[in-house]
């Protein structure tokens, strides 16, 4: 049962860990930019990465934190695995919030003359969105699929089994 429980978090980390680093490259909002008046007027459609907007450097450390959390629920030691298979899905809500908050309080940024007519989220937010969980319920998983069993042997010595 154990080694199905490292199997499937596996599989979730992997997913998690493509899905959080695209999340990084692919633009998270997409705003379109007006600039002058009248029969003058130019649109343009502006896409914006997360290191682009304010505070997404945040949500890029904690993602770091996430995957290095996951490399300790899989290859850390006895004690180093209990506290990333607690800490990785607290993080990755905490993360998912961060998130959310990003995408929702985003007001629009100028780059140049202008202004904003309309934003609108993209595929990096929901990527963002995804990965949170994936990261989360994988390290909880590998970390509780690693986790050693303590048996009974004879005469009441306890027995550890990996």
């Not at 600039?35 to 890029?60: C, F, M, P």
């Not at 202004?115 to 969105?129: E, M, N, Q, Y």
Request: proline share 3%.
């Amino acid at each position: 049962m154990q080694h199905k429980l490292v199997q499937i978090g596996g599989w979730l980390g992997v997913s998690g860990l493509i899905t959080g680093i695209a999340s990084i490259f692919v633009p998270w909002v997409q705003q379109l930019v007006v600039t002058g008046s009248g029969r003058r007027a130019q649109q343009r459609l502006d896409s914006l990465t997360i290191l682009n907007l304010e505070k997404g450097v945040w949500y890029v450390i904690l993602l770091l934190s996430l995957i290095a959390l996951l490399g300790a629920a899989a290859m850390g030691a006895n004690q180093g695995r209990k506290i990333a298979g607690l800490a990785g899905p607290i993080l990755s809500l905490v993360t998912a919030s961060i998130v959310v908050g990003l995408i929702t309080t985003f007001d629009g940024q100028l780059a140049g003359p202008g202004r904003i007519a309309d934003v609108g989220t993209s595929a990096g937010s929901w990527l963002a969105l995804a990965a949170m969980p994936l990261l989360g319920f994988s390290t909880g998983l590998i970390a509780i699929g690693r986790a050693r069993r303590h048996v009974s042997a004879p005469g009441g010595v306890a027995a550890g089994h990996d």
